[in-house]
Nanobody, 125 residues
């Protein structure tokens, strides 16, 4: 079992930045691919970004490429999401996710083994 707890959400103006963090506890963090999904009001949950267990290059949804950056620290069992140049359409609940396969592509396919409870990001225009 893996427990994921997100933090760092809040209200920010368009064009601003925000950094989300996810703390993991339980099984060996470095075995898991980690990622972020989001769900806007009235919409389905969608993939945002993921990083493999090794901490290599992340993969991103086209809508956030060049603006968001994922990073992980396997010594602290944390994964972070740096969000820059935020837009009102980035408003959503952001969820941390983990996959035992260790592959970022697995998360992109929506095959998630563990979810966090989410943190709300609101971007005002």
């Amino acid at each position: 079992q893996v427990q994921l707890v997100e933090s760092g959400g809040g209200l920010v103006q368009a064009g601003g930045s925000l950094r989300l963090s996810c703390a993991a506890s339980g099984r060996t963090f470095s075995n898991y691919a980690m990622g972020w999904f989001r769900q806007a009001p009235g919409k389905e949950r969608e993939f945002v970004t993921a990083t493999p267990c090794s901490g290599g290059n992340g993969i991103y949804a086209d809508s956030v490429k060049g603006r968001f950056a994922i990073s992980r620290d396997n010594t602290k069992n944390t994964v972070s999401l740096q969000m820059n140049s935020l837009k009102p359409e980035d408003t959503a609940v952001y969820y941390c996710a983990a996959s035992i396969t260790g592959l970022a592509t697995t998360l992109k396919l929506g095959r998630v083994d563990y979810w966090g409870k989410g943190t709300l990001v609101t971007v005002s225009s």
